[in-house]
């Protein structure tokens, strides 16, 4: 039986699901689901993340992370984490710069990585294997050591389910997922409703049909994520697609082999995913009594040293290999591909002032 063909059993049974369980049931089925089952990432894939367009990307991370450890005091041990590693190769490239550029960086790093998939712990684990250096790994946030703490996250908020509510006889009620006689599955608007304080402003005007998308879990794990940098000190650099202000619209999107799919059309088969409330994210740390800032990546990457590092890169090399450097950066940072598209959000405990974010 397809992950489909589960899915209609369950709705026949228990009724329209959830967009969130819809995402969850898509994504994470121990069976079928789309990471725990396939390899979405690189150019063979069905998606290429930042880490995999170039090196530089890591590399600028890299320097990030050295620059919060001594913003910490260059702590004697801390934490050094990435969440969602994907292959490992973000961690490999903050790794390799860290170790040319501050050893006793590495030396104090107890270097942990957060990781449901077993599949893909396997292919970090070959990713990380040359750099000689003792990496674990742990399925939650919550298994990892205490210290000081130095994140890194790079899509991980978006593929995390998002509840979907759509206006209807001028209130917002769930958005669910249901099938038809002929076993195709379909969007509709469901029961329940959510309190109008979660709503963005202007709700009242919007008209019907008019869609807002609320993630709960998201909310929480960053939640989480605060409060372990506020108690123990501690900063989170978190990259992905979205908005800084919360809005209305449908975001969530399938992507198979690098194109669009229908959202509905193949369970597992494709990549689920929704853009990041950036807003709702920042209001969640501040909660927890920390800072938290924003900017698109382009910005990010500009002020790390982006332009300066693929100069460097591509010095005294053939045209075609600084063509392609060039390309990268567009790619990385220009306002028509990631650069604007994608934001960085840095959360930290109060006391710990990090470049480039202290002046917004």
């Known amino acids: ?67 919060a450890w001594q913003a910490l005091g260059s702590p004697a041990a801390f934490v050094l984490c ?8 973000l961690m490999q490239d903050v790794l390799r710069t860290a170790l040319k550029l501050a050893p006793d960086f590495i030396a104090a790093a107890q270097i942990r990585m957060v990781e449901i998939s077993p599949r893909l712990v396997q292919i970090q684990k070959e990713t990380l294997a040359p750099s000689g250096l003792e ?66 402003a202007g709700h009242d005007a919007a008209p019907d049909g008019s869609i807002v998308e609320i993630a709960p879990a998201r909310s929480t794990l960053m939640q989480h994520i605060a409060e372990r940098l506020h108690r123990e000190r501690g900063a989170a650099l978190l990259f992905d697609y979205g908005h800084l202000q919360q809005g209305f619209g ?19 088969e494709a990549d689920l995913t929704s853009h990041v409330d950036f807003a ?24 790390m040293g982006l332009l300066d590092r693929a100069g460097a890169l591509g010095r005294g090399k053939p045209a075609a290999f600084q063509e392609q450097i060039r390309a990268d950066v567009e790619r990385l940072a220009g306002p028509d591909q990631m650069g604007t598209l994608f934001k960085v959000l840095c959360v930290a405990d109060p006391a710990t002032h990090l470049f480039p974010f202290e002046s917004i």
């Open 1 to 67: 039986m397809t992950l489909k063909q589960r899915i209609i059993r369950q709705i026949g049974l228990s009724g329209p699901i959830s967009v969130a369980d819809y995402m969850a049931m898509c994504l994470f089925d121990p069976d079928a689901g789309y990471y725990t089952t396939r390899e979405p990432f690189g150019r063979e894939g069905d998606f290429i993340t930042a880490p995999e367009v170039s090196q530089m990307f890591g590399e600028l991370a890299g320097v990030w992370c050295v620059s």
């Open 82 to 89: 990435e969440m969602g590693p994907g292959r490992g190769t």
């Open 135 to 200: 990496i674990q790994w742990h399925a939650q946030f919550g298994d990892l050591p205490s210290g000081p703490l130095v994140l890194l996250a790079n899509e991980l908020f978006d593929a995390i389910p998002t509840r979907q509510y759509v206006k209807s006889g001028r209130r917002f009620v769930d958005r669910v997922v249901t099938a038809d006689d002929s076993g195709n599955l379909a969007f509709a608007a469901g029961s329940g409703s959510i309190d109008t304080a979660l709503l963005p």
């Open 250 to 268: 449908d975001t969530l999107q399938a992507l198979a082999r690098h194109r669009s799919v229908d959202v509905l059309d193949a369970p597992g």
């Open 280 to 303: 709702m994210l920042a209001q969640s740390a501040r909660a927890e009594g920390c800072t938290a800032n924003a900017m698109t990546q382009g910005d990010f990457l500009i002020a």
